[in-house]
């Protein structure tokens, strides 16, 4: 069969109905949009962190490691194989950019990060592509052994190194960031005379131009690589069409299990990416249990983003901004939230009631809503216990609302085996 034919034939495997895509203009429209309700959200409520410029650049650095698991995730998951092993694989990248990052220097850190996350996705590909094991139970026990292994590594490594302990390296040196001296601090004065409107996109616009590291630079080139090589590109074609269904790409000339290896194989590469950024840019040191969780939030956040990476990087931008909020305003920027959110819910359920006649999951949204404005009437701050729970109820709700429209790979976490259709 010519080439052609082949991809024509994945791509009629891969075909999925059509759904609204926004133009570069609308996504500008979305986010003035974005920053004109928290605008009126700050003006409303008082609370003029929501929307500051060191809020959003925390926020940046907070969403970059979610997201570059998340990318992770979406190259596994698009070849079929459900990637649970994100955290196991951020854990192996974080020792990886300890390691090399102290004795070569932050780049190679790099290096190793990526190297000890496809490590770790090496272990999840032989398991489930070679062997057939079941993609949680590989998930689960990879993030068990890596997270033993890193300690293990670290007593054996840095405990006896100057400055570094069993659980931690030495202090590793930093990457260079990026700022625009004069826009940024032209930005900076118009955002501190808090005029409606203006006075926030400025601080949103001086995020973008002030202390930015050279790896978020490079997590955005490889989500613009992603995009193009999975949906414009044979490549990404076949690949996908590995995780609609494999039977038929197979029958196609597809060699299943080779492009499921591959992908499972960046994904631990990407993962173990955002593990080096929590090592080489967020703390410059490696600590045991450094990433919290993230790789899980990685993975919501790509399910949140249906599987694309539009949505993954928005879905990021969103818990990495909750968790800056949470940290950087504590209960009093978390209280203004409350007002949002019970307006936003209060909105969600009427629309389910009105235009889509779902009257059960309206009321829900509506007495939630109500529930929820009134704490915020009722309270003037958040209790702290509370307030670092804000990512992770962002997460559940955004899941929540999110599940009727989101449509994962046909194929994703199917064992195959290699001439089954035959």
């Given at each position: 069969?010519?080439?052609?034919?082949?991809?024509?034939?994945?791509?009629?495997?891969?075909?999925?109905?059509?759904?609204?895509?926004?133009?570069?203009?609308?996504?500008?429209?979305?986010?003035?949009?974005?920053?004109?309700?928290?605008s009126?959200?700050?003006?409303?409520t008082?609370?003029?962190?929501v929307?500051?410029?060191?809020?959003?650049?925390?926020?940046?650095g907070?969403?970059?490691?979610?997201a570059l698991a998340?990318?992770?995730?979406?190259?596994?998951?698009?070849?079929?194989v459900?990637?649970?092993?994100?955290?196991?694989m951020?854990?192996?990248?974080?020792?990886?950019?300890?390691?090399?990052?102290?004795?070569?220097?932050?780049?190679?850190?790099l290096?190793?990060?990526?190297i000890?996350g496809?490590?770790?996705?090496l272990?999840?590909?032989?398991?489930?592509?070679?062997?057939?094991?079941?993609?949680i139970?590989?998930?689960v026990?990879?993030?068990?052994?890596?997270?033993?292994?890193?300690k293990?590594?670290?007593?054996?490594?840095?405990s006896?190194?100057?400055g570094?302990?069993?659980?931690q390296?030495?202090?590793?040196?930093?990457?260079?960031?990026?700022?625009?001296?004069?826009?940024?601090?032209?930005l900076?004065?118009?955002?501190?005379?808090?005029?409606?409107?203006i006075?926030d996109?400025?601080?949103?616009?001086r995020?973008?131009?002030?202390?930015?590291?050279?790896?978020?630079?490079?997590a955005?080139?490889l989500?613009?690589?992603?995009a193009?090589?999975?949906?414009?590109?044979?490549?990404?074609?076949?690949?996908?069409?590995?995780?609609?269904?494999?039977v038929?790409?197979?029958?196609?000339?597809?060699?299943v299990l080779r492009?499921?290896f591959?992908?499972?194989?960046?994904?631990?590469?990407?993962?173990?990416?955002?593990g080096?950024?929590?090592?080489l840019?967020?703390?410059?040191?490696?600590?045991?249990?450094?990433t919290?969780?993230?790789?899980?939030?990685?993975?919501?956040a790509?399910?949140?983003?249906?599987?694309?990476?539009?949505?993954?990087?928005?879905?990021?931008?969103?818990?990495?901004?909750?968790?800056?909020?949470?940290?950087?305003?504590?209960?009093?920027?978390?209280?203004?939230?409350?007002?949002?959110?019970?307006?936003?819910l209060?909105?969600?359920?009427?629309?389910?009631?009105?235009?889509?006649?779902?009257?059960?999951q309206?009321?829900?949204?509506l007495?939630?809503?109500?529930?929820?404005?009134?704490?915020?009437?009722?309270?003037?701050?958040?209790?702290?216990?509370?307030?670092?729970?804000?990512?992770?109820?962002?997460?559940?709700l955004?899941l929540?609302?999110?599940?009727q429209?989101?449509?994962?790979?046909?194929?994703d976490?199917?064992?195959?085996?290699?001439?089954?259709?035959?």
């Amino acid at each position: 069969m010519s080439v052609t034919g082949l991809d024509a034939g994945v791509e009629k495997v891969t075909a999925t109905p059509r759904r609204l895509r926004l133009s570069p203009l609308q996504w500008v429209g979305v986010g003035l949009g974005a920053v004109l309700v928290l605008s009126i959200l700050r003006v409303v409520t008082g609370a003029n962190d929501v929307d500051s410029s060191g809020l959003l650049i925390a926020a940046f650095g907070l969403a970059v490691p979610i997201a570059l698991a998340g990318l992770g995730g979406l190259w596994s998951e698009r070849a079929g194989v459900v990637n649970i092993g994100l955290e196991g694989m951020m854990i192996l990248g974080t020792w990886g950019a300890g390691f090399l990052g102290y004795h070569l220097g932050p780049w190679w850190g790099l290096v190793g990060a990526v190297i000890g996350g496809a490590v770790g996705g090496l272990i999840h590909a032989i398991a489930t592509v070679t062997f057939g094991v079941d993609h949680i139970v590989s998930g689960v026990a990879l993030n068990i052994v890596a997270l033993g292994f890193a300690k293990y590594l670290s007593v054996r490594f840095f405990s006896t190194l100057p400055g570094g302990g069993p659980t931690q390296s030495p202090p590793l040196e930093e990457l260079p960031t990026i700022s625009i001296p004069g826009l940024s601090d032209a930005l900076g004065e118009l955002e501190q005379k808090h005029i409606f409107f203006i006075s926030d996109l400025a601080g949103v616009l001086r995020a973008f131009c002030t202390n930015v590291s050279v790896v978020t630079i490079l997590a955005v080139l490889l989500f613009i690589a992603t995009a193009y090589i999975l949906w414009r590109s044979t490549f990404g074609l076949r690949l996908r069409s590995v995780g609609e269904s494999p039977v038929a790409a197979e029958s196609l000339g597809v060699n299943v299990l080779r492009y499921k290896f591959l992908a499972v194989l960046v994904s631990g590469g990407l993962a173990g990416l955002g593990g080096g950024f929590l090592a080489l840019v967020a703390a410059n040191v490696f600590r045991d249990g450094q990433t919290g969780g993230r790789g899980y939030i990685g993975l919501a956040a790509m399910i949140f983003g249906n599987w694309r990476p539009g949505g993954l990087m928005a879905g990021s931008v969103l818990f990495g901004y909750t968790d800056a909020a949470q940290l950087r305003g504590g209960g009093t920027t978390v209280h203004a939230f409350l007002l949002l959110l019970a307006v936003l819910l209060i909105g969600i359920g009427i629309w389910q009631i009105v235009r889509k006649g779902r009257v059960v999951q309206g009321v829900i949204a509506l007495v939630v809503g109500v529930i929820v404005g009134a704490w915020y009437a009722l309270t003037d701050i958040v209790p702290p216990e509370l307030s670092s729970t804000l990512p992770y109820v962002t997460t559940l709700l955004v899941l929540a609302f999110a599940s009727q429209r989101l449509r994962m790979p046909a194929a994703d976490g199917q064992i195959y085996r290699k001439g089954e259709g035959h």
